[in-house]
């Protein structure tokens, strides 16, 4: 009998681990939304209570002043892709309780490409959340070149991979689903406020909190706002692009290293 080709292994067990994905989100549609409650919230009413609150100069990739509303869409595109991807830890948390980890990474592929594959489907959910997003914002009178829409669709995919990834790290270390509140709290606000998500970092700077300006600079979440920012205007800014796509290798790194039986966290404590 004929072996079956590895790369047809690889296209079934991708079809298997993203549609399952998948077809969880189609089957629950609270989970779209509640996913753009938060920013739906910030982008109605507290964009209209701090319009003259927040100036924004005119700094890149800004030409002139700009809305508040306006400046808020990327960091709002970015905590769609955030929430999501702790969603997708929580999932792989679940998973592992349940048993289905355990005969995923018994499978007869390298455990890269399963962890990729679901790194593939929390990054399309991500995605397809954050392009509703879009269209919401576009409604509300949120406008941008169309001819930056691939570079935008770009950004928006490359910072949602490395917030998946982000995700698929932590569901290493989160053993069970009552520390997933504790360990999301934690790591969401944090990366959320400490990010020019919802004001320029020279806020920052003005104010004397140099600390706060340098955590921020460090903070992976700020270079996937920045990039979608100057995204939207048909800029790349260097730097960004550099923290996200070094981030998503670093973080599916760390992941592979501690769901891999033989050296990681997983052997070491017994886990599945």
């Excluded at 959320?192 to 955590?215: H, T, V």
């Excluded at 760390?254 to 886990?271: H, S, T, V």
Aim: proline fraction near 6%; aromatic fraction near 14%.
């Amino acid at each position: 009998m004929p072996r079956t080709p590895l790369s047809l292994h690889i296209l079934r067990a991708m079809r298997a681990v993203v549609g399952r994905e998948i077809r969880k989100f189609l089957r629950q549609p609270s989970r779209l939304g509640s996913a753009l409650v938060r920013p739906l919230l910030w982008f109605v009413v507290f964009s209209a209570g701090f319009n003259n609150v927040f100036g924004v100069s005119i700094v890149p990739p800004y030409e002139t002043y700009i809305e508040y509303q306006v400046y808020m869409v990327p960091g709002l595109l970015a905590m769609v892709a955030l929430f999501n991807g702790m969603q997708s830890s929580l999932s792989m948390v679940y998973d592992r309780e349940m048993g289905m980890m355990r005969l995923l990474l018994t499978a007869p592929l390298p455990r890269g490409w399963l962890l990729a594959f679901k790194l593939l489907g929390g990054t399309s959910l991500s995605v397809l959340q954050m392009t509703v997003f879009l269209l919401i914002a576009f409604a509300f009178g949120v406008r941008f070149d169309p001819k930056n829409l691939p570079l935008l669709v770009l950004a928006m995919l490359c910072g949602a991979t490395l917030l998946a990834a982000l995700g698929l790290m932590l569901s290493v270390y989160i053993k069970q689903l009552e520390n997933f509140a504790g360990t999301m709290n934690f790591v969401i606000f944090p990366m959320f406020f400490i990010s020019p998500a919802l004001y320029p970092l020279w806020k920052l700077e003005e104010s004397g909190a140099w600390w706060l300006l340098i955590l921020a600079q460090w903070n992976p979440f700020t270079h996937v706002v920045e990039a979608m920012r100057f995204a939207m205007y048909g800029q790349v800014n260097a730097l960004s692009w550099a923290v996200v796509l070094l981030g998503t290798v670093v973080f599916f790194g760390l992941a592979w290293w501690g769901y891999d039986p033989q050296r990681g966290w997983i052997r070491q404590r017994g886990a599945a």
